[in-house]
């Protein structure tokens, strides 16, 4: 999947800000969506209070989440 939006981005030509914008909207329509509605409420936000800086404060939260659960995988492999 990563592949295949890295190849419409190139296939676009997008710049590195128009790419920023379009993974961050993409990450807010995600949020906002009905499974992620729970989620939200824990953080006190709903999705007509959730804005840019809550969106990339969450999505580094969350990318910090999965790096360090990948390193665990990684260590077991060794």
Do not use: C, W
């Amino acid at each position: 999947m990563q592949q295949h939006i890295y190849d419409m981005i190139t296939l676009y030509g997008l710049t590195n800000a128009e790419t920023a914008a379009l993974l961050t909207s993409v990450m807010i329509q995600v949020l906002k969506g009905d499974n992620n509605k729970e989620y939200l409420e824990r953080l006190n936000l709903t999705p007509d209070t959730l804005g840019l800086k809550a969106t990339l404060l969450i999505q580094e939260i969350l990318a910090g989440e999965y790096a360090k659960e990948f390193a665990k995988k990684e260590e077991g492999k060794s």
